[in-house]
Structures are given as structure tokens and as C-alpha cells.
């Protein structure tokens, strides 16, 4: 029993330290492919900028917090007026929470695979609608 515990409690280690290695690895190199938007949040006046990808559902503009490393998130929900550059056009959105039968109908449609979930860690996703603003 005891080798048992030890190789469970291994295992999870390695798991975690894979997680860690991923999303560090995600972080740092910020990837992108064809339908990805560089989002810029605003922290104490101070411009971040972040690469995503964008979900386009229904003819509106959303992104998603898929990661542990959410910064980006906390920061667009404490100043929801963002820049986003998408598609070689900067403008600015307004960035509002998604949540209830929009933010099911999201997490529905735009799943990820059980390969990314596994080496994400599985987090929460949450949504925000990207709405432009004049």
C-alpha cells in the first residue's frame, strides 16, 4: 500500500509540473494562427497586451479565459474598456462578463478537446463579449 501512495503522489507531481511546463511554455512564446486578436487591458492607466484567440458566435466577438495564467482577465473585468487589434484593425470594445445561457451555449460550441483540458490542468472557462464602442 505504502509503494502505492508513493507512486500516486509521483505521478501527480509530474502532472502538475507538466501543467506548469505547458501553460509557462504558452505564456511565454504567446502563439497565434489565423483567428487570433492581441487584447489590450489597462491596469492603473498601464497598457498589457495579451494574444488570444477569438470565438466568433452569432455575429459577435468573444474570448475566453482557457488558462490557469489569467491576468489579462482580472484586469479586463476591473476595466472593461479595452483595445482589441483583430484582423489588422485596432478599435475599442467594451469587454462584458458572459454568463448563463449565453456563456452554455459558448462553452457548447466552441469546446475544447480532452488533450488541451488535460494539459491545461483543466481550469474554468469563462467568457467575456467583446462589445465595440464608438
Given at each position: ?37 492581441i487584447i489590450t487591458t489597462f491596469d492603473d492607466q498601464e497598457a498589457k497586451d ?83 464602442q464608438d
Amino acid at each position: 500500500m505504502k509503494i502505492l501512495k508513493i507512486i500516486s503522489i509521483g505521478l501527480v507531481v509530474v502532472y502538475i509540473g507538466l501543467v506548469v511546463l505547458f501553460e509557462s511554455w504558452l505564456g511565454y512564446s504567446q502563439p497565434t494562427n489565423p483567428n487570433s486578436l492581441i487584447i489590450t487591458t489597462f491596469d492603473d492607466q498601464e497598457a498589457k497586451d495579451r494574444v488570444l484567440s477569438a470565438v466568433n458566435n452569432d455575429g459577435k466577438l468573444y474570448v475566453s479565459a482557457n488558462h490557469w495564467p489569467r491576468a489579462w482577465y482580472r484586469q479586463a473585468l476591473s476595466n472593461p474598456k479595452v483595445e482589441v487589434n483583430y484582423k489588422g484593425e485596432t478599435n475599442s470594445y467594451l469587454a462584458v462578463p458572459v454568463e448563463g445561457k449565453e456563456h452554455d451555449k459558448l462553452k457548447v460550441e466552441h469546446a475544447h478537446p480532452l488533450t488541451f483540458r488535460i494539459l491545461t490542468g483543466f481550469p474554468p472557462r469563462y467568457f467575456l463579449r467583446l462589445d465595440l464602442q464608438d
